[in-house]
């Protein structure tokens, strides 16, 4: 029985990559921070916290002797660091915890991993908020386009994901990136622009409130599916050569454009709820994403296989079951 051992398990790709990691036979074990929720109140692993072959442990990536001790324990084949501070509006507000967290817990798994388990493979959560302002020719982002942040989240994800290849290089590891570009699901934290776009028009449609304040409405994003991407993860870690692979469906659309789809899909109209307001501008902004994954289609045989409009209505009938079930036990 192979292990997996993943940061981040908590949260929303942490909890997707378990599921699947536990059909796949394997045994988890997940780093949780402690927090002032009790654990079995973190709901997004309630469909693993029982099963026998899923372990929970107390760490952080800014204590390495948590990190040296899991990784002792533990002793896993392959390594899966997806905790971060990830909201990028949030790194501009808390700069110096999101380097500590999402540069120098890069470099903290890392050393840990070169002492303690070099045999494991390493999967590094790197990210499409990297590219910042650039825009190949033909429109798109890719593994070979340069980098160029512009916000604390995408100063950090830089460091990290060079620091691997340094590593893979120097030390002969087997420490790959993903570069991810933006993947959403109905469990989603509601204060990304998914989620909360969709949270909120239900919440319009059960007459619950009656407007929606977002920032930026005219950035581009290529959205996919959550379960389409920590598919990719698990290839990404698994191909004979360590290598860094971008992960997208090739598409792009506006937030305006997710705003249309989403209330359409509940017969409203987003124009007569929606407003801009500042307090959710950025200081600066990225405003156009689109990868393209043609290298990990080609090398690794994936695809995503959600639409777009598939995941948007999904999150949609989430959201309605969520908000309807809490009203009819008031
Ligand atoms: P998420 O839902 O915010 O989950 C991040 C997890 O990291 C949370 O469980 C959080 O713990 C944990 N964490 C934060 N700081 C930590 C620390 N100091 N030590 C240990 N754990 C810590 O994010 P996600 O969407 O699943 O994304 C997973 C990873 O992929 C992140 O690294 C993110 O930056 C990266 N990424 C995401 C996307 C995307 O569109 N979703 C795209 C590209 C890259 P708590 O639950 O205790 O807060
Ligand atoms: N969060 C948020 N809230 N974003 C808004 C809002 C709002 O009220 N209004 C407009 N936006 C715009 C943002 O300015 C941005 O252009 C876009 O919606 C997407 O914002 P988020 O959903 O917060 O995601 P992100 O693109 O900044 O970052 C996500 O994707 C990265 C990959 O490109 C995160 O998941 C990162 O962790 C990830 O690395």
């Given at each position: 029985m192979k292990k997996a051992f993943i940061t981040g398990i908590a949260g929303q790709d942490g909890s997707y990559l378990s599921e699947y990691l536990l059909e796949l036979g394997y045994e988890v074990h997940g780093m949780v921070r402690r927090n002032?929720?009790?654990?079995?109140?973190?709901?997004?692993l309630n469909a693993v916290r029982?099963?026998?072959?899923f372990f929970a442990h107390y760490g952080d990536l800014t204590d390495q002797t948590s990190i040296e001790r899991l990784l002792t324990e533990i002793n896993p084949d392959e390594i899966y660091?997806?905790?971060?501070?990830?909201?990028v509006r949030v790194s501009f507000d808390v700069p110096q915890y999101t380097v500590q967290a999402n540069a120098l817990g890069v470099i903290n798994m890392l050393e840990a991993y070169k002492r303690i388990s070099p045999q494991a493979k390493f999967y590094q959560a790197s990210s499409?908020?990297?590219?910042?302002?650039t825009v190949e020719d033909d429109g798109y982002q890719r593994e070979t386009s340069v980098m160029n942040p512009v916000s604390p989240y995408g100063c950090a994800k830089v460091f990290g994901y060079n620091i691997v290849r340094h590593y893979r290089r120097a030390y002969n590891l087997h420490a790959t990136n993903g570069i991810l570009f933006n993947h959403e699901s109905p469990?989603?934290?509601?204060?990304?622009v998914t989620n909360k776009v969709v949270k909120t028009a239900c919440q319009i449609k059960l007459g619950l409130t009656d407007k929606l304040e977002l920032g930026n409405m005219d950035s581009y994003r290529d959205w996919g599916h959550s379960k389409d991407y920590v598919r990719a993860m698990h290839k990404v870690i698994n191909h004979d050569e360590a290598d860094d692979f971008c992960i997208s469906t090739m598409e792009t659309h506006s937030v305006r454009e997710m705003c249309d789809v989403v209330f359409k899909y509940l017969d409203l109209d987003y124009k007569d709820y929606v407003s801009q307001n500042p307090?959710?501008?950025?200081?600066?902004?990225?405003p156009y994403l689109k990868g393209d994954s043609t290298k990990a289609r080609t090398t690794l045989d994936w695809k995503p296989t959600y639409t777009f409009e598939e995941m948007m209505h999904e999150m949609c009938d989430h959201w309605l079951d969520v908000l309807q079930n809490i009203e009819s036990t008031r």
């Open positions: 002032s929720v009790a654990e079995n109140q973190q709901s997004r029982l099963n026998p072959n660091n997806l905790g971060a501070q990830s909201h499409s908020e990297m590219f910042g302002l469990r989603r934290g509601s204060n990304f307090i959710y501008m950025r200081p600066e902004e990225l």
